[in-house]
């Protein structure tokens, strides 16, 4: 009997996508084993199980044509799976399903007690058997595939290969007819979780016309005075694309091109910025959640002492060092009553009352409009900003004098301090430093080696690493700080705060990665461990990625959330409700599609260019008005014709056409196409796509 492999069919949603819509947007292994049955693809077909007329045609149609058809047909292993004997013992697996009665009891469910499902992917996975001295016989099946059980007995553990079997999404293995029936844990079946392996895009219902123009997009781009992106695409279980373009370093401090720069590649690392948010605190708060080790509603003073509240001090001027209303003053009493009461859970949905941008490493504030002869205020924030353990210390000194700006949970204000005192809490509980914490926990069991805070202290040249900021913190000169830097930034993270304060590792930002490994990371979220390790319990999952409020379902506990198309900015109109992930300044985004099982990791650097405007805007970079920087594109374009079975050519043609037209709408007032302005090289980019798809 053949099996298939069945892609779901669905019409593709046409869109008219431009930089309109988001241009201007910033916001272990296991023991060897033999392989009982390989894969054997046949000439590809698509399926019409209820469609005989169909099939008839498919019948006569050439070679050739079948070879074209984006899904795939396998054959089901000859005659029942076969186990084999581990040499050794089995690994200690973090499933491990007892049969009879799995559930622990027996009701009148009855089937259900020699059923279990497991998440898995089509063309891996693998199952361990150890079998109880007193079973004599059993029968066991595999997604309804028989397994051969005559050999088994209750000598050593046994391995199943299942990839000839398995499937995307659940999968369900039957432990039945046990003899004798009486007998208590009579089979153990160990799952290992799946992994990501190797595929391609067409596999996995993904056009590579749309990738192409992707990448042609991001190259016209780069022609016209783009920096460098990265992209990693995992679908169903499968890395199916990753590409790199443009250069570590693209321009010299003073705007001009950097032409000694080397190439960027798939292995090179970028600042993630707010992305390490995600990947760093949410990660260990979920694994230590589903761990018993934290509990959302443990407040902050659990953890960082009665110290958090009682020095808590009254700031009486704004975020420019002017005078703040007396009249808007909260008293101190009720600052610290706040503060005593904060929680895990109020700072992940960032309403901690916490000010968006306590600058502890500023010795003064910035403000518009100084007098001949004015210097900045003085900040009565700042801890220091020599980057140092005592620096560190300092900073959480202040944050814990830091006044709070609101009641906790009254409304949501997105702070970095929120995650600095988050990761905090994190080093606290662990005993250990972030990156350490993370590295032993995360990256180095699965096998990560181009994931790290401070990559030039962990192996890395700057070479390696994508710069960000053509001349230190100062905005193009505007900021003249001492102690900040002013040379190009990197292999060091560019957020002031987490260099400065908190030495390079903070909760907040400081995670560099390539968009592989970051990719891989991600998928984690979808299954909720990796081969022999298991991280998250779904039920963490389903609670940290669902909306935090009924009347806010663009965010769950720190995951930006899709909702109801109030992310497309960053993850395209085509992306499930529940899809979720972060963004970062520097130009990176991390999207996961559950209902498509879709991860997309894009890093750009787009902050190496020079200031567009100091006066102006002084975060406007250059980098940030080409389509390339806008991250939503991505999703967007990717998407088109996913997981339908049609020629999508003439579509792709119709939309960069419709993209060199909304270039030019968006260029700023008095702005030329043909003039030396960002916007205006982005939007002859466009024009340049467009003639290409000609």
């Given amino acids: 009997m053949k099996y298939r492999q069945l892609i779901a069919l669905t019409t593709a949603t046409v869109l008219a996508f431009s930089t309109a819509a988001c241009g201007t947007k910033d916001i272990e292994d296991a023991p060897a084993g033999i392989q009982i049955e390989t894969l054997q693809p046949e000439a590809e077909v698509q399926d019409s199980v209820d469609q005989p007329q169909q099939q008839a045609q498919e019948a006569q149609a050439p070679a050739e044509q079948k070879e ?8 089901a292993p000859q005659g029942p799976l076969k186990p084999e004997l581990v040499a050794g013992s089995a690994p200690k697996l973090p499933i491990r399903v007892s049969f009879p009665d799995w559930k622990g009891y027996t009701d009148n469910t009855l089937a259900m007690n020699s059923m279990y499902s497991f998440k898995g992917y089509h063309g891996q996975g693998e199952l361990f058997l150890t079998i109880s001295g007193k079973v004599e016989s059993f029968d066991m099946f595999v997604n309804g595939t028989p397994v051969d059980t005559q050999e088994i007995t209750s000598l050593g553990d046994w391995r199943i290969d299942i990839s000839s079997v398995t499937k995307n999404g659940e999968n369900t293995v039957q432990v039945s007819n046990i003899v004798p029936s009486s007998e208590k844990e009579a089979v153990i079946v160990g799952i290992p979780y799946p992994e990501v392996i190797s595929g391609t895009p067409e596999e996995e219902g993904i056009h590579p016309e749309a990738l192409k123009l992707i990448s042609d997009l991001i190259e016209t781009d780069i022609e016209n005075g783009f920096t460098s992106a990265q992209l990693a695409v995992v679908r169903n279980g499968r890395l199916v694309y990753e590409n790199a373009w443009g250069k570590t370093n693209t321009y010299q401090p003073n705007g001009l091109p950097n032409t000694d720069s080397p190439n960027v590649t798939t292995d090179t690392l970028y600042d993630l910025a707010s992305v390490t948010k995600m990947f760093s605190v949410n990660y260990a708060i979920q694994k230590l959640v589903t761990d018993g080790e934290v509990d959302l509603d443990d407040k902050i003073t659990k953890f960082l002492g009665d110290e958090f509240v009682t020095e808590t001090i009254q700031v009486t001027t704004d975020s420019k060092g002017d005078p703040k209303d007396p009249a808007s003053l909260i008293d101190l009493d009720t600052l610290k009553k706040w503060k005593s009461e904060l929680t895990i859970r109020e700072l992940l949905k960032h309403q901690g009352g916490f000010p968006a941008d306590p600058k502890y490493c500023a010795p003064k504030l910035y403000k518009d409009g100084l007098k001949p002869g004015e210097d900045y205020p003085e900040n009565p924030l700042f801890a220091g900003n020599v980057p140092s353990e005592e620096t560190k210390q300092a900073t959480v000194e202040m944050i814990c004098r830091t006044p709070l700006d609101y009641e906790p949970g009254t409304k949501t204000v997105y702070s970095d301090a929120d995650y600095m005192i988050l990761g905090l809490v994190v080093e606290k509980v662990t005993g250990k430093d972030l990156d350490t914490y993370l590295k032993k926990t995360f990256y180095e ?12 202290r962990n192996g890395f040249s700057k070479d390696d690493c994508a710069a960000t900021e053509l001349n230190g913190n100062t905005r193009d000169g505007l900021l003249n700080f001492e102690g900040y830097r002013t040379e190009t930034i990197q292999g060091e993270v560019h957020d002031e705060k987490a260099f400065y304060s908190m030495d390079g590792i903070s909760g907040h930002a400081g995670l560099f990665s390539n968009a592989t490994d970051l990719a891989k990371l991600a998928s984690v979220m979808l299954t909720g461990g ?20 009924e009347d806010a379902a663009n965010w769950g506990l720190g995951w930006w959330r899709q909702g109801e198309n109030q992310r497309v900015w960053y993850f395209g109109t085509q992306s499930e409700s529940g899809t979720f992930g972060h963004q970062g300044w520097t130009g990176t985004i991390v999207m996961i599609d559950p209902e498509r099982d879709l991860v997309i990791a894009y890093l750009t650097n787009k902050k190496n260019s020079r200031v567009t405007n100091v006066k102006k805007d002084a975060n406007k970079f250059d980098g940030d008005w080409y389509t390339s920087a806008t991250l939503g594109f991505v999703p967007e374009i990717l998407s088109i014709g996913m997981d339908a079975d049609v020629d999508i050519t003439q579509q792709l043609k119709s939309l960069t056409k419709d993209m060199a037209v909304s270039a030019k709408k968006i260029l700023p007032n008095g702005v030329s196409i043909d003039s030396s302005h960002p916007a205006a090289k982005s939007a ?9 798809y000609k």
């Fill in 530 to 549: 990796y081969g022999e390790l298991s991280f998250f319990s779904p039920n963490i999952i389903d609670m940290f990625t669902s909306p935090k409020e």
């Fill in 445 to 456: 069991p699965m096998g990560l080696t181009h994931i790290t805070y401070n990559p030039l």
């Fill in 68 to 75: 074209s058809e984006k899904t795939e047909e396998v054959k």
């Fill in 684 to 692: 002859r980019s466009k024009q340049q796509l467009a003639e290409l």
